[in-house]
Each structure stands twice: as C-alpha cells, then as structure tokens.
C-alpha cells in the first residue's frame, strides 16, 4: 500500500489547468532551469523502495545518437510554446483533470520515473521540461540520458518530484510527444547509418501542426532538415513543371523570380528521367542559374526479389559529376537505403521518417517496482 503524506498548506500550482488556460500562456524558456525542489513538502512514495536512476548513460553509449543539446529548428513563424498550450489545454478541457481532482488531495506530493519499454533512441526531453514548466514551474526533473541517447527497455532513465496532481496531468503530454519525437529519432538514427556517406532527410510529410517537432526529432537521431516549408528554399516539383511548359522553362522563371525579388536561397528541380537530368544541365551550362541541388525522383526502381535496381541513379549522378548536390527520393527504406548511400548521392530524403512513424514505447510511473514487474510479465520491461 502507498505511504501518502498531506501537507497543511495549500499549493497556487494545483489548477489542472482550468477552462481559461489558453494558448497565449508563456513559457519562460525553450528548456527551464529546474526549479528548487521543497524539502519541506510530504513525498509520495511507496513502502518498497524505489529504484534509483541509472548513474551513468545508455549501457552502450557508443550506440549513442547525439549526445549534446539538439536545439529544434529556426522557424520564423512557429510557435512552439502554442502547441504545447494547445496540447494541455486539449486534455483539459473546460473542466481540468476531473479524475485526479476527485482522487488525489490537494497537497499530495509523488515521485514518477520514466521508463523505456523498447530499445531507441531517446528524444524529446527538452520539449518534456518545456511541459512540466508550463503545468507546474515547481516541479523538479532530473535526467540520467539526453535527447539522443540509446536506451535499453527497462532502464529508468529520468524522474519528475512533486505535486502529484500535476504531474499525472503532464503525463500524457509528455509521453505523447516523447513517444513519437523517440519513434522518429530511431528510424532516422537507423537510416542514418545505413546511408553514410549519404546524408538522410525527412520531408514535408510531417503530423499538421506538428512540423517542428517532427523535424527537431530527425535532427536529434542524426539526420538533417530538408525544407521546414514552403518559404525556405525554391523546389520546383513534377507539378510546377507540368504547368511551367517543361524542366527549362521552370528554371528560367525562378532565376527572373529571384533576381527580381533579390532572393538569396536554395533552389532544388526534381528530374524523373536521365533525359530531363540532361535538360538541366545543358540549362546550367548555357546560363546563369541559382540552382543548388537536382533531385532524382524514382530512379531507385524495385525488383521482383525485394532488390532494387539503382543503374539509373548512378548513371544520374555520374552525369551531374558533382556540379550541383544531388538527393534521391523514393523507394527509400530502412533495407533498400544503404545501397542507395553507396550510389553517390548527396542526400536521401525519405518521407517514412515521419508520415509512417512508430512510436517508442516509455512510461512514467509513481510505482516503479510494480510498473516493472508487469512490464516483465508482459516483456516491456
């Protein structure tokens, strides 16, 4: 049975986030100072002993994806302390947290550790930290892994202390963006290695609303940004050429575009065919272009024995011989990505990274011995 101390003073971080919590909240910072635990307050805990952090990193931090602080991507219209306002007040509703305001008395304070259930890589702890602040500034997080990190299943690898109204209310939030954040960081990480000497990429294929996390995920598991939107780089695609009257024509209108406009940015043209490959060039040759990188699209051509065929693409690359960074796109996946890598392509952008994540399985909880012995009964833990 739990041992459950009730303070007599009342806590002004227990609202559960009533119905006028909005998504102009602030937050004080992209990763808050942890706040001074109270050691005057009564501590949630159990009767067995709880299990203490790991003192060091991952058990194989070779395996280790990024070990310092992985910042998200510059946006200049993104607002990341929206989304997790919107996050908490989606769960709140115009009510708060009905359950732990019926079940938990105001002053109870409880201990929580997270948990991987998976082997991956850790992402999202700093957006974790942006969460508790924002719930409760006083509540304290300590961490034994970074964004980045390769946890094992069943390693205890962060705990929270505090009001434990708010921290159950935190919970799935966090979990939420952990979970998929970690999910995207271990497929990147993966891909990562496979493709070297290549560069992996994600695309725009990202969760609405959720573009930055998404990416700020394919960073911390070793990958790099493709474009963050529409503003950033020029990409003249199948369609722009299509109505543009052919490959040449598109290139023409973007350098007047960007002359005119005195745009300094990248410029990518998507090519389906070594001919239209040709067509570039010879455009390139014959003018003054601000083009920056060629994409070959579906040029990695799948065989009937679960192969694929990348003549073409090296044939393309071959061609380019350098002149301008080359990405292949499609047909890209965690079995077929390495033999593109050794194809000689810049990059490899696979929209995989985030339209069909899965995420990695972590959870917090306030009694950790019995968390881990049904997490052994059913092998998560």
């Known amino acids: 049975m739990p041992l459950i101390s009730i303070s007599s003073s009342s806590s002004s971080s227990s609202s559960l986030l009533p119905h006028h919590f909005s998504a102009e909240t602030l ?7 942890p706040s001074t635990r109270a050691s005057s307050l009564p501590i949630l805990r159990f009767s067995r002993r709880i299990v203490s952090m790991a003192a ?10 990024v070990s310092e602080v992985v910042n998200p991507p510059l946006h200049p219209t993104y607002d ?3 989304v997790v306002a919107l996050a908490l007040s989606e769960d709140a509703g115009d009510r708060g947290d009905v359950t732990c305001l019926a079940t938990i008395p105001i002053d109870v304070k409880a201990e929580a550790t997270f948990i991987a259930k998976e ?42 202390y505090g009001c434990a109204r708010n921290i159950i209310v935190a919970e799935r939030v966090v979990l939420n963006f952990m979970q998929r954040m970690s999910g995207i960081a271990t497929l990147t990480k993966a891909m990562s290695d496979a493709a070297h000497p290549a560069c992996i990429l994600e695309t725009r294929k990202t969760a609405p609303g959720l573009r930055l996390v998404d990416k700020w995920a394919v960073l911390i598991g070793g990958g790099k940004n493709h474009r963050l939107g529409l503003f950033d780089m020029v990409m003249i695609k199948d369609n722009h050429i299509s109505v543009a009257g ?19 940015i990248p410029v990518e043209v998507e090519t389906r065919t070594v001919e239209e ?11 003054k272009t601000a083009l920056t990188r060629i994409m070959l699209d579906n040029m990695v051509v799948p065989l009937p024995n679960g192969d694929v065929d990348v003549s073409m693409l090296k044939d393309a690359v071959r061609l380019i011989n350098g002149r301008f960074e080359t990405e292949a796109s499609g047909n890209v996946t965690i079995e077929t990505v390495k033999k593109i890598g050794e194809s000689g392509v810049t990059y490899i952008s ?22 881990l012995q049904v997490g052994r009964r059913t092998n998560r833990a």
């Open 119 to 160: 082997d991956g890589v850790i992402a999202g702890i700093s957006l974790a930290e942006m969460i508790f602040n924002e719930v409760d500034p006083s509540l304290k997080v300590e961490w034994s892994a970074k964004d980045g990190n390769y946890v094992h299943k069943g390693l205890q690898f962060g705990k929270v």
């Open 246 to 264: 052919g490959v040449t024509n598109a290139l023409k209108s973007v350098d007047q575009f960007l002359e005119q406009n005195k745009l300094t």
């Open 80 to 82: 990341l302390r929206a």
């Open 27 to 33: 937050i004080s910072s992209l990763v808050p100072s």
């Open 56 to 65: 060091s990193g991952p058990r194989n931090p070779s395996a280790a994806a």
């Open 277 to 287: 490959v040709k067509e570039v060039l010879q455009y390139a040759t014959e003018n």
């Open 350 to 371: 696979s929209g995989a990274l985030t339209h069909s994540v899965k995420a990695l399985d972590i959870s917090l909880k306030i009694d950790t011995e019995l968390a």
